[in-house]
């Protein structure tokens, strides 16, 4: 290699069932990156991705891809409880590491990727996907540049007809993708958490769930999440103090709309009235631009293992997220009593292990 | 007066504010009716209702009105927490009563009402107009025909920019259409209720609230209450085990949009595996009468006062409705915690005291 | 009076029919008005007026209202076909008038009115409410301000179920907007048209036409107008070489949304290729106040009487819109071939008469 | 081969440019259907083309497409200008023919290939792809069964922004479309076309164009088409006597919704009256699946290869949407006069040769 050349940067993919295949076809068309391996247990579906893609090399055995010398980075997109171990070994191995939302499905997991990478200073980043979707990088914009104001509260509405998964329910297939844009645009882990739920097709798991959120400074936000719905909703609204937006993932043209509306507070008057004026102002639909989430989110982690830099989604972030999914999980358990959420102390107990 | 014709039943209406107005214009144009009087303590309101209906009595003095023996019923849209004082007063003075929602601020009184109107075998009714709305009509005829099968769940959205009130929270002032409307239709009252709400504005008033409730038949339901919303909603989702429909009220056209769309359970097969089957038919949006719904609410008073029977939105009705929303300010104070909705215990230890 | 006080302007109503009782309402809250008479041949609808307005005079002959030296203006919202006699008597009678549109059924007739009014310096106006309209004045204010560049072409899209008229065609029925609108924004008229419609009910009466404009400036445009329609549409799309918009006056919210879209044209190329480029931007829907546009019209009338100054919808543009409706029926009845719009001959050929 | 067993049918794909690898991709995975070759003049096209099939031959040279006696049948998805003497060749050569629509740009070589096709018994198909639409399809099984009653009128919108094409207009480009849409659902060609267009961005190509069709049978239509629109419109609205239908095909769910309104129609009465009620019912949004319009296509195509019989979009649909293009080409350029549609004169002329 001539100097000053870059070497392309190797990456194995683990896991080819649902999702593997949308990564894979990112990571091959991205500059600099040499897809070297796809491995599965299913011999099968290795077979898929051999023949869409000849150049790659496919394997069952992960030890195969942790023996590669040139395999700088894994990408995971297995079942979720294998996620922890896979990781795990990947970090063990000295490899980057990408994983698929949730990060784990247990926060002390979460913790000790978290610890394993800071130690070997490798780079961890969930597949928060949402969190690179353009429209969603816009809300953060307007929020980070105090467009909207004060956060008030935000409702989130995620709910369509299917698919229910046969283990995991609709809090933990679809309220990851609502914590982690709240989140991302407020800086802020929800301090509590209230579940209200329904198992109403199989006894077991629940797929309705209202789930309410408190943080600290005072936002509150609710995620409906469900299967169980006549019409797909991705709907979210923020209320600011100085404007309030609605972001409509369903739209194919105005996906966010901003409106100069809000409520102008005056003090009491001498009668001890107080005044209130409501302020409808325009409504701005900004252009946002057409560009797939997973794209830039293979990019992002791409740059992150050049630079060194930790991503926007690291492993803290995916360990927040769990955390609050097993509050709230907590909170159903408990009939729908407040449930702490509690990243942090779950960081001290695995400490103390 | 002829054999056979019917005596037009006398009128008196108290309270001509922001309400008044519309309950006089339908029930001036009830056959079988005769307004004799409008009470407001304001001599100015009073004037407005003069000019526009010059046959009518207006006086500042609740008295004349209850003395006045061709006065049969009574129609109250006064504040709220006056509602108690001038029911009793106008049920003594054997009045049958008509009270604008919610009955009473307080389950006690709404107990007392309900009491004194049975021992005096008068009909006291509560405002709860959306009972009268015909798609909210149309919705029930479909539940009650079990078009929709079980009930699983449903969610209502109620939010839009203003107006704050000064005394009560958006829990008091929006969720009574909402718990009127979910009575009615499942036949059932709450067991308990969580809220999560926010006072934005002003430290001391709620205006955005999400208020869980759980019934004892399974189903639960989501109200979202908010006076601080960028776009108006007036949105219900109803889950059932047979179809879903969605009642838009904003809707000018097809304000209820029955979706024969379901979820089909097999039994688990050898492997057990459990089968689930999604089923997406047609979408009907069935024709429903332009009625207005407080015509047909003056309407069934009047029914109920000539035959009487009970109206459907009954001081029960009421009691219903007010001890659920106590319940949810329990629970709000309480931060968040579940409160159990008690209009029986309301009735038990007031038949104590 | 004291000196410098404004004597009231004495109104009197001709016509209280379907339109009427709503121009009465606007002219009756106006300050600096006095409605002193309302007149109809029906005895029976003066009694509504009467009721309802104790202090109006009401009178089934039109002489008495001309007679009346108190009466500066008169309002007509009779039938079509009474428009040019009632409103030349009022002329004759020294009085400014306001005519509902079209404001005759033949372009003559409106000239001779035009004429008349001059002559005695009269103001006759006629009542194309739509050009009071917040949401129309909003897209003039565009067009002027050169925001949407030159105006390429517009669509406009009347169409609804019923109602059919008994004597008028949906040409004369719903165009005369569609027509004020236009001739409004673009400041130009017409210079033929070419109508295909079907008379699909009545073996006479066309219930839907598509009615097509070509102006001097090279804009065209297109009217589409129907009684026959599933759903009701009201919906302008004006495309301009900067700018497009959308003015959808169904939209309770966002009746006008201005797209920052665009075609770049850059210069062939070496290689004679054309290079367009499409632009899309952000959409803003400006906030529209929400007056009435009858009261605005109203308004305007008093004022134009006050001053003497012309109307933005003076006689000119009745004549305007009533000799391109005669164009369209003269289009359709010779079988869809284009017709000439002459308002200008029909004022040459009078001036000959 | 063993008896019984059907040989797979041999295929070639002619243009491998925009629409090219949509039509290849269905192809390869048609059953019974073997892909030999893809045929194009640009080498590099046919790389991409070899790279994803690396079963298939390709050529620059038609030739050799022509020579492969295991080639039952080529598709052509050439320029337009290019379509008839590929057609011929491919007939001359015993191929059964698709080819993409327009199927000519002259009728007159529309009706030779109709005539070549006829003379050697091959199939002759165009690819008027929205035939094979789930929506439209339903649409035609509405108006056979008689559930719309007659039609009045239909119109019809397909506008949005872009794509400008450099040698044909709005015309040519959009409404082949709408013609072969409109032809299938009312089995009937219009008799008449007057157009009224404009050339905003580029003085020779018309890029807005508003089409006007008179049927025989009394139908009316209007085909509003347009690069120049703010906003993407893919909206039919049908009317006829018993129901009315809109089908929209930007939606994603509610793509036809068929509204039971209507005018009902009764016998003046004795005073001369003519009565009309307008009938508003429940208005049903049918499920409509969500199979690829190219994939049935392609499936019709290969089935009238084997069975003989002719398919929907036969060369006659081509011939009769060339020749409204051309008189629509004509009336635009006669200043939007009414042109004469002769698919039939067209005929003769030719056969006449």
């Not at 797929?207 to 600290?216: E, G, K, Q, Y």
């Not at 004026?277 to 992150?304: M, N």
């Amino acid at each position: 290699m001539p100097d000053g050349a870059v070497a392309p940067l190797g990456v194995a993919l683990v896991g080819y069932g649902y999702w593997g295949p949308n990564l894979l076809r990112n990571y091959m068309e991205l500059p600099g990156v040499t897809v070297r391996s796809v491995c599965d247990r299913r011999p099968e579906v290795l077979q898929k991705a051999q023949t869409r893609y000849p150049s790659v090399t496919v394997t069952v055995d992960l030890a195969d891809v942790l023996a590669d010398d040139d395999v700088d980075a894994v990408v995971i997109a297995t079942p979720v409880r294998t996620h922890f171990p896979i990781a795990m070994a990947a970090l063990e191995a000295g490899k980057h590491v990408f994983v698929e939302k949730p990060i784990t499905d247990d926060s002390l997991h979460a913790r000790r990727l978290v610890d394993l990478a800071a130690d070997r200073s490798l780079v961890l980043m969930v597949g928060h996907t949402f969190v690179f979707s353009p429209p969603v990088r816009r809300v953060k914009e307007l929020i980070d540049a105090g467009e909207l104001g004060d956060i008030y509260f935000v409702t989130t509405q995620r709910v369509n007809l299917g698919l229910h998964q046969k283990d995991v329910s609709v809090i933990w297939d679809l309220a990851p993708h609502d914590l982690s844009i709240l989140y991302y645009w407020l800086d802020e882990t929800a301090e509590s958490v209230t579940v209200m739920s329904r198992a109403c097709i199989r006894a077991d798991i629940p797929d309705v769930a209202f789930i309410n959120l408190r943080f600290a400074s005072g936002v509150v936000a609710e995620i409906q999440a469900s299967w169980l719905s006549p019409v797909k909703l991705r709907r979210t609204i923020v209320v600011g103090s100085k404007k309030m937006l609605v972001y409509d993932d369903t739209e194919s043209v105005e996906k966010v709309k901003i409106y100069d509306h809000g409520v102008d507070f005056k003090d009491p008057t001498d009668f001890g009235e107080f005044q209130l004026s409501y302020r409808t102002g325009d409504i701005v639909a900004p252009k946002i631009p057409g560009i797939e989430p997973l794209w830039l989110e293979a990019q992002h982690f791409i740059e992150s293992v050049r630079t060194g830099d930790p991503p926007v989604t690291d492993g803290w972030a995916g360990l927040r997220v769990v955390a609050s999914l097993e509050a709230a999980q907590d909170s159903l358990v408990r009939g729908g009593t407040q449930a702490i959420i509690t990243p942090d102390l779950a960081a001290l107990s695995e400490g103390a292990a």
